[in-house]
């Protein structure tokens, strides 16, 4: 639906963004991010025809945006960061323009009324647009996005401005949306990205530095294959730990295998680790399934989504790999006696320290005295 195609754009001297290439299926939700001047908005408003690129190719819907523009736009819904709202219209009279802008072929009024009904202004549609709220004024922002029901949606910050309810109420219609639109979503809220999107692309200095979901960057990212399961066995007994151990170390791929701490009565958490690009979740579903085991918890990575943008935008790549475990301390419990034992074989070596430490002041005191008899003679 969409490809980018060594997509370059150059200011003089300086490449904002830098040869990156990348495709956007159907129905997928691919969540774009980037620091400040890493090259997003460049991107995105080469997407959307609103800048021309240096050199490269952008396929909407395999029109390239460059030799046909009018066509490939036609294909876009976009809402930028602010909004492109005439603020002294009424909401239904903005979106008719709209309507007429974009020359659409819907049945003006049933189709209006559906959008409105989807980004929840219907209350709304007579007011005037400056005397709304910020959050309406994005819903109605991502109304006229879709006007005209486009296949693909590219939405730069599209939850601003927005109250925890319609947050969860814009992710919502975002992934509903995604079932019969291709969107790219571009959003600094990191839990949105990864609540909303199929796939994350992280852009940094003008390429495309990660590409892929949340899981697999951060595998690419710690160099490991782990993962942390908690099993509950059949009798959630002792004896179901040594079988799961030995059951999982069965499946093609297994490295290694560990039952670490009892989480609960008989429940114990497993820690597994798998060769390079295998990936072991599906065999261990089905495992477990046919020994009447249930699995409680899988975790693959300890990495947030903010972890990996960090990582990668800053450059903080160190300690990535795995450290070898430090030996565990022991403690040893002694007895009265023992302890009383003890504090006598330190106070005897206080004693003798303190003798020695006479003997050597004795000594040095004879050894000055000698010096300066010695001196004295010279």
């Not at 170390?249 to 690009?277: L, P």
């Amino acid at each position: 639906m969409i490809e980018v195609k060594n997509l370059t754009k150059q200011y003089g001297d300086k490449k904002a963004v830098n040869d990156i290439s990348f495709k956007v299926e159907k129905g997928e939700i691919l969540g774009f991010l980037g620091p400040n001047g890493a090259g997003k908005s460049t991107t995105m408003n080469m997407l959307t025809g609103y800048i021309s690129s240096t050199s490269g190719h952008v396929l909407i819907n395999g029109v390239d945006i460059l030799e046909d523009p009018k066509k490939a736009k036609a294909n876009i819904g976009y809402l930028p960061e602010i909004p492109p709202l005439y603020v002294d219209m009424t909401v239904d009279a903005y979106l008719s323009f709209v309507f007429d802008l974009k020359k659409c072929k819907l049945p003006r009024k049933a189709h209006l009324k559906d959008v409105c009904n989807l980004c929840k202004i219907n209350d709304v549609r007579g007011r005037i647009i400056k005397n709304l709220s910020k959050g309406y004024r994005q819903r109605v922002g991502l109304a006229q996005a879709l006007i005209n029901n486009p296949p693909v949606l590219i939405l730069d910050e599209p939850t601003v401005g927005l109250d925890p309810n319609q947050i969860i109420e814009i992710r919502t219609l975002i992934k509903k949306l995604g079932k019969r639109h291709t969107v790219i979503l571009s959003s600094h809220i990191l839990p949105e990205i990864q609540a909303v999107c199929d796939r994350i692309i992280i852009i940094n200095k003008g390429e495309v530095a990660a590409d892929g979901t949340a899981d697999e960057i951060a595998r690419k990212l710690t160099n490991e294959h782990k993962m942390t399961l908690r099993i509950e066995g059949s009798t959630r007994s002792a004896k179901d730990k040594d079988e799961i151990v030995s059951a999982i170390r069965g499946i093609k791929g297994i490295k290694y295998v560990r039952a670490d701490m009892e989480r609960e009565k008989g429940i114990y958490d497993y820690d597994v680790e798998a060769d390079e690009d295998t990936d072991i979740r599906r065999e261990l579903n089905t495992l477990c399934r046919d020994k009447g085991w249930n699995i409680l918890m899988l975790q693959l990575s300890d990495l947030t989504l903010e972890d990996i943008f960090l990582k990668i935008t800053m450059g903080d790549t160190a300690g990535m790999t795995e450290q070898p475990a430090k030996p565990a301390t022991r403690i040893k419990l002694v007895t009265e006696s023992e302890l009383e034992a003890m504090n006598k074989a330190a106070e005897e070596d206080d004693d003798t320290a303190g003798d020695d430490s006479d003997s050597s002041s004795d000594s040095t005191d004879e050894q000055d005295s000698e010096d300066q008899d010695n001196g004295g003679n010279e």
